[in-house]
């Protein structure tokens, strides 16, 4: 089954804990704290491949989760790292987040993305030994992984697409230009799914073609098949718009496609096209120069229009190396793009920003590096809990919450959502 869109929740390996623990050994006095770190989760990575064209290997499985770290151990012994997840998806799939912020766009094969960190490891007691505390009985939690809630969208990479109205001929076309064999029928809507076909215009050039299916009047809007597909378009430089040349009105036809394009989600209608007059086999050339003077009165001014067979393969050659030529164009002028376009720099959020809000007789404390240490705090243990305090006073946080009006034994809950509290 071709599955082209699915959602999903990404989960990197939560962090393992630290170990508190002191060395009890015979003949050894004063042993000392010996507790180890937790080793750090697996990240989920996921990789550009050729072995898959489709998403459906995620279509039940909606938690993509990789593995925890270790506890740390007695005798300082390190937790173990958590086993990075490798999730291997089509070439052109697009990950974005529900913010609708793409995470990760894989347009070539082997590209490799991190799209979710595993959480630290937390410290053992031993870490945490100075000159001035020998027996220290704090130990971290390990952190969580990040967690997502994400969209995997394939959207394929191919340089021209195939678009028209059902029967107009694309997927005759394709099997003629390429070793692709869609279906073909002589009923509308006999592609159900888009279909790739790599075409050789000449011995110096190859492009890779993509097949649209179902577009009709409304697709932009979810009619038909065209709204699942029109993603598959995206990418593509140029559109051959295919047209039967013996259909009723082929003005209206051509208007039909072209709203469409342009009422998706992105304006594809600005798009470079070339029009394909299609089925001209025994049709009249007066008429057929007459349907072409027609849709020149409502195309977009010098766009390229082309009566072909795409069965018997007349006038194939010649739309062939008109694509060949509009390609060239369309390089050049990305090429140009380029090199006058800025980059753009962004400022990161820093992680060690806080915020103090007060809701009733409560004061809430986010910010990713306090966040993170209440992560680590164990809130059962008094010495964590004390630890806790001191970093607040250390970043200047208890100086807003006194501000703000905090007294003794006051609540103070860190994260949003909550990940613990204290009594300040």
Request: hydrophobic letters at 35%.
């Amino acid at each position: 089954m071709f599955v082209d869109k699915v959602d999903v929740i990404i989960r990197a390996g939560k962090g393992g804990n630290g170990k508190l623990s002191f060395r009890h050994e015979k003949f050894v006095d004063r042993g000392g704290p010996d507790g180890g770190d937790g080793g750090d989760g697996g990240d989920v990575v996921v990789v550009a491949s050729n072995n898959q064209n489709t998403l459906a290997n995620f279509r039940y499985k909606k938690l993509v989760e990789a593995k925890p770290g270790g506890d740390g151990d007695r005798r300082k012994m390190h937790g173990k790292r958590g086993e990075d997840l490798v999730v291997e998806l089509p070439v052109g799939t697009v990950i974005s987040n529900n913010e609708n912020k793409v995470i990760a766009d894989l347009t070539t094969v082997g590209q490799r993305e991190v799209i979710a960190k595993g959480g630290d490891g937390g410290f053992g007691n031993a870490h945490f030994i100075s000159s001035t505390r020998q027996a220290p009985r704090v130990a971290e939690l390990g952190v969580p992984g990040e967690e997502i809630e994400a969209t995997f969208e394939l959207k394929m990479i191919a340089d021209i697409g195939l678009i028209g109205l059902p029967n107009a001929g694309k997927s005759t076309l394709l099997s003629k230009i390429s070793n692709a064999r869609p279906e073909i029928s002589d009923y509308p809507f006999t592609t159900l799914r888009p279909n790739l076909g790599v075409v050789d215009i000449d011995k110096s050039t190859t492009v890779l073609f993509a097949d649209i299916p179902g577009l009709i009047e409304g697709a932009s809007q979810g009619k038909g098949l065209g709204d699942e597909f029109l993603r598959h378009v995206e990418r593509t430089k140029l559109f051959v718009h295919l047209i039967d040349v013996y259909g009723d009105d082929i003005a209206s036809s051509y208007k039909t496609i072209v709203n469409e394009l342009k009422h998706y989600k992105v304006d594809l209608s600005k798009r470079p096209q070339i029009i394909a007059i299609n089925k001209i086999d025994g049709m009249d050339q007066e008429i057929v120069d007459d349907q072409i003077k027609t849709l020149k009165s409502v195309a977009k001014r010098g766009t390229k229009i082309l009566a072909i067979s795409a069965h018997s393969g007349v006038g194939v050659k010649e739309l062939l190396y008109e694509v060949k030529s509009q390609l060239q164009k369309s390089s050049t002028k990305a090429e140009k793009s380029k090199e006058t376009s800025l980059p753009v720099i962004k400022l990161e959020k820093a992680d060690d920003q806080w915020n103090v809000v007060k809701k009733k007789s409560r004061y809430f404390v986010t910010g990713g590096k306090i966040e993170k240490f209440a992560h680590k705090t164990d809130f059962q243990s008094p010495d964590a809990v004390a630890r806790l305090k001191d970093i607040v006073r250390r970043m200047g946080i208890a100086h807003e919450l006194d501000r703000k009006g905090a007294e003794a034994d006051d609540t103070v809950v860190f994260g949003d959502p909550e990940i613990g509290r204290i009594n300040y």
